[in-house]
């Protein structure tokens, strides 16, 4: 076995059960053997063939050890000839770990419905998307939700509908609702995949 400069060698538990079935005398040997192969290389060279079959298993893990132990330095080796890991960059982060100032916090946003949406392309278009604002989602009435289901002519209880989201806050999910004739349209297409899947 080659010789390297590793200083340890790993005993696992689940040998244990083959050193148990030794004496203390046999434990002893196989102990010092083990530290003796491990520094020197040195084999075991006993009669005892209990001794010698037990030290051949833990050869055998010791070898198969410091191969990977050879390959894993080598391939280290190989890695820092090419340069190694690349350099860390300085970032000046803050105690809290980001970048602003944590002794004057920004104040927290009150998201509003009613935030305009601009861009700066030029000065004239700046002064029309300004006074453009995001639609605030206005909950429909009863009848608006029949006219609507009438119009599509699809089969969805208005009043089951109405009460579902009147329930949950105009939620999709965790979303607010955006568009209440899309969630009916989805309740169609819902409600048609439901009559195709029935087999009565």
Same mark, same amino acid.
């Given at each position: ?99 602003? =100032?944590?002794? !004057?916090?920004? &104040? *927290? ?7 305009? #949406? ?5 000065? /004239? ?49 965790? =979303?607010?609702? !955006?568009?209440? &004739? *899309? ?7 819902? #409600? ?5 899947? /029935?087999?009565?």
């Amino acid at each position: 076995m080659k010789l390297t400069n590793k200083n340890s060698f790993i005993l696992y538990a689940d040998q244990y059960a083959s050193v148990k079935k030794l004496s203390v005398e046999q434990r002893g040997e196989l102990l010092t053997s083990l530290y003796e192969y491990s520094i020197f290389g040195k084999i075991l060279e006993t009669d005892d063939l209990a001794l010698d079959l037990v030290f051949t298993m833990f050869k055998e893990t010791l070898d198969r050890d410091k191969e990977k132990y050879i390959a894993k330095c080598e391939a280290n080796k190989r890695n820092g000839s090419l340069g190694g890991r690349p350099p860390k960059i300085s970032v000046d982060l803050k105690p809290n770990g980001f970048f602003e =100032n944590r002794d !004057k916090p920004k &104040k *927290a946003d009150s998201d509003s419905d009613n935030d305009s #949406d601009s861009d700066n392309d030029s000065d /004239s278009d700046s002064n029309k998307k300004e006074n453009i604002k995001k639609k605030k989602f206005i909950k429909p009435s009863f009848e608006e939700i029949k006219n609507y289901c009438l119009e599509r002519q699809n089969n969805i209880d208005v009043r089951v509908f109405l009460d579902y989201y009147e329930s949950n806050g105009w939620k999709v999910g965790k =979303n607010p609702m !955006k568009d209440w &004739k *899309a969630t009916i349209r989805n309740w169609e297409r819902n #409600d048609r995949k439901k009559k195709n899947n /029935s087999f009565f």
